[in-house]
């Protein structure tokens, strides 16, 4: 019998969630930012390991605040969280235990997790058992932890081993072909918001979104249409830039990130609409797709 089963992927804003996702897939699916709270909604990456079939789950980070939309964020970490079979929980290794004492509050149903200390590359071996032996006062909670870097020794296996340990058994919930049960639509958008965040700075990326209204596919080219969403006339002014350079740079950043899913060219038309406040009215954010439950 196969084992197949939903794994929430949990951690606080930037701890590296969609980079391991989009590692352990081995595609760029996964919209990946340095910057807080990028993404934004749960996303499915669908991972094959031997004849098992894992359900990674996507979401935003867990964090705290009064802003319309990051409450939305919050919640659908929260839905992640009480609805899979088993949590992977990030935990970067300089970060301090206070993140995980609020994920184990926040674990309302205890759901079991497995504990990953990630970027170890970033201290010696000195340190890093120092912050094991941290971490040893909770091992109650967890079923394992395993401290991992995917930019060196760590192998996919050393996690996807572990993960299906726990998972049930269950024949597959999606055609093991397939990397994502996202729609194109929607993973061209994140690529399209991801460029805005790579190529404007501050605020701006966070008070943007993306609708992607028509996707043609040719023989040899994709022709998408995208418009980007701001809220003041301002923002509009700086994602267009002086002679357009700004919004260019976008595209360009956009569709390479979408030919490199796609293999083959894109023609990517965009341009910038201002919907006043959307991210501080729960009509105008439901209007856009994230519907506060709260």
């Known amino acids: 019998m196969t084992k197949c089963g939903y794994v929430s992927v949990i951690g606080r804003p930037n701890a590296g969630k969609s980079s391991l996702l989009n590692w352990l897939v081995g595609e760029k699916i996964a919209m990946v930012s340095h910057k807080a709270n990028a993404t934004r909604k749960r996303s499915n990456i669908i991972v094959m390991h031997e004849d098992d079939q894992i359900i990674f789950v996507d979401t935003p980070g867990l964090h705290e605040t009064e802003k319309l939309l990051n409450q939305f964020m919050l919640e659908e970490a929260l839905k992640a969280m009480g609805d899979c079979d088993l949590i992977l929980f990030l935990a970067p290794v300089t970060d301090s235990l206070k993140y995980y004492e609020d994920f184990l509050e926040k674990n309302k149903k205890g759901v079991k997790h497995i504990l990953l200390l990630t970027k170890i590359d970033f201290i010696n071996n000195d340190e890093l058992i120092v912050k094991l032996k941290e971490y040893e006062k909770y091992s109650d909670n967890y079923e394992a932890l395993i401290p991992i870097s995917i930019k060196k020794a760590t192998k996919k296996s050393d996690i996807l081993d572990v993960v299906v340990k726990y998972l049930p058994e269950h024949p597959y919930l999606y055609d093991p072909e397939i990397m994502t049960d996202e729609h194109l639509r929607d993973i061209y958008k994140e690529f399209i918001r991801e460029a805005i965040f790579e190529n404007i700075s501050d605020e701006i990326p966070y008070e943007t979104d993306v609708v992607v209204n028509k996707i043609e596919e040719k023989e040899n080219v994709d022709v998408i249409n995208a418009k980007i969403v701001v809220q003041k006339d301002s923002q509009k002014g700086m994602i267009i830039g002086q ?43 439901k209007s856009m797709g994230y519907e506060i439950n709260s």
């Open 243 to 285: 002679n357009a350079t700004a919004i260019k740079r976008i595209g360009k950043a956009a569709r390479l990130k979408i030919e490199k899913l796609s293999g083959k060219k894109c023609f990517l038309e965009l341009y910038v609409s201002v919907k006043k406040n959307w991210t501080k009215n729960k009509d105008a954010l």
